[in-house]
């Protein structure tokens, strides 16, 4: 069975640029959920996406930080203009629609480096 | 609200050692408890959960007792494995407005040595 599908697993770009992460679910998942994971901060819950509307962004940094899912299997994190300090591994996970007892399923992450 | 605080890290250990890393947590309602291991390059992946309080979970010799009366969910190994050498993370989801979500602990590191 495929798992969660992230791409791309590396990205490096320049200060100032837009960014786009992407994020597959695995099929019959209905919860999708974005993390960033650093060093100082830990995990990060960025946003939680229910049957593809979203639930819950107030983990979202700041509005160049956008999120968006426009079907089940498919969701993207944008950010725009990006900054050194948004360098992180972001990671995307899902739920099947079993509920809160059910495990995230998380995907291998996308390292993403801001110069 | 909810919290989950597990032991810093890292741990280091010699193979076939005991492991012991602490969780504990704070939570309202009757939450499910879970660990999940992060090895390098990955993402998170679910290692073993428990649902109600006394319920053991267990999965490639790791063990975790959800224990409701000190709020703890410590992980145990009887003999670690070069290849156990990861990134631990004690996690509880629990109902809120907003629904199921996951509240993680800061990660121990465990470093086995040859």
């Known amino acids: 069975d495929a798992g969660v599908i992230q791409s791309p697993r590396h990205e490096v770009t320049e200060m100032g640029q837009e960014v786009t992460l992407r994020c597959k679910p695995i099929?019959?998942?209905?919860?999708l959920f974005w993390y960033r994971q650093t060093m100082m901060r830990g995990l990060e819950l960025l946003i939680y996406?229910?049957?593809?509307?979203?639930?819950?962004d107030s983990g979202m940094p700041e509005d160049r930080f956008s999120a968006k899912m426009p079907n089940a299997s498919f969701s993207t994190l944008k950010i725009q203009p990006s900054e050194p300090r948004d360098s992180a591994v972001y990671f995307c996970?899902?739920?099947?629609?079993?509920?809160?007892?059910?495990?995230?399923?998380f995907g291998d992450g996308t390292r993403l480096s801001i110069l | 609200g909810n919290s989950v605080t597990q032991m810093e890290g890292p741990v280091t250990l010699s193979e076939e050692a005991f492991l012991t890393i602490n969780c504990t947590y704070t939570a309202t309602g009757y939450p499910s408890l879970f660990w999940y291991v992060q090895y390098p390059g990955e993402g998170l992946q679910l290692l073993l959960k428990a649902t109600k309080a006394d319920d053991k979970g267990s999965n490639k010799g790791f063990e975790a007792t959800y224990r409701k009366e000190t709020t703890s969910f410590h992980l145990e190994k009887g003999s670690v494995q070069v290849s156990d050498s990861a990134v631990y993370f004690c996690a509880l989801s629990s109902s809120n407005n907003a629904g199921n979500m996951l509240t993680f602990g800061g990660g121990t590191r465990l470093m086995v040595k040859p």
């Open positions: 099929s019959g998942h209905n919860s």
């Open positions: 996970a899902s739920r099947d629609p079993q509920g809160g007892n059910q495990p995230q399923h």
């Open positions: 996406f229910n049957n593809n509307v979203p639930i819950d």
